[in-house]
């Protein structure tokens, strides 16, 4: 649990690893992603914050690793609104999907969740007190994977969750997953937040680790 940036907390690793904005105002606490344990999301308690004051997750793809506490979390706080993009939103909304998610593969069982709003196109941005979220279609790990640009006092923080692949056959597709690459690279981030390799900065280390994964 540390804080990355004002605001901006990485919650810790539960199946992937969960990041958390504190909009601070009355839209509340942000989640990026939700992992696979209810436990890390009630940590934020040990930072001083409430997690019954989460109103938002944002999920980045329908990856069971990303999603598997999200119908815990909604138990535990009614208000949560989930966020996915429409290509990858079945698989969050109904049961079925399991080589989507990949539930079978990692021994578990997925509880759908309601999507409050399926992202469609390239760019949706998601506005929350003086925060401009920038939910950006990235695919190629999965066809609905988004990544998120977030400004705060000039700093641009990526959420890039899986941006090592892997390219899962029948699923992924490996040029939209190059090209969403060179996107990202493009945006020339300061801060970078990984979903499975921690925190990358300052923007050259950014640079790099994408640069890593383009062929
Ligand atoms: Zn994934
Ligand atoms: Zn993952």
Redesign the pocket.
């Known amino acids: 649990m540390k804080e990355i940036f004002d605001h901006v907390y990485h919650l810790g690793d539960s199946?992937?690893s969960v990041y958390l904005v504190n909009s601070n105002s009355e839209e509340g606490l942000i989640l990026i992603d939700c992992g696979m344990s209810l436990n890390l999301i009630k940590k934020i308690i040990k930072i001083g914050l409430n997690p019954m004051e989460i109103n938002h997750c944002i999920i980045t793809?329908f990856?069971i690793?990303?999603i598997g506490a999200c119908s815990d979390l909604k138990n535990f706080n009614k208000k949560v609104k989930f966020y996915a993009h429409e290509l990858d939103a079945d698989a969050i909304e109904e049961r079925g999907h399991d080589k989507e998610t990949a539930a079978k593969w990692y021994g578990v069982k997925y509880i759908p969740v309601k999507l409050e709003k399926r992202f469609k196109g390239v760019l949706e941005i998601l506005k929350f007190g003086e925060y401009d979220l920038q939910c950006i279609h990235t695919p190629g790990?999965t066809p609905g994977s988004i990544s998120i640009l977030l400004e705060i006092q000039g700093k641009k923080i990526l959420f890039g969750?899986?941006l090592h692949g892997p390219m899962i056959p029948g699923i992924s597709n490996f040029d939209n997953y190059q090209k969403s690459l060179r996107m990202l690279l493009s945006l020339k981030a300061d801060i970078l937040c990984e979903?499975?390799f921690g925190i990358f900065q300052p923007a050259s280390g950014v640079q790099r680790y994408i640069n890593s994964y383009i062929e």
């Open positions: 199946g992937c793809h990856h690793d990303h790990h969750q899986d979903g499975h």
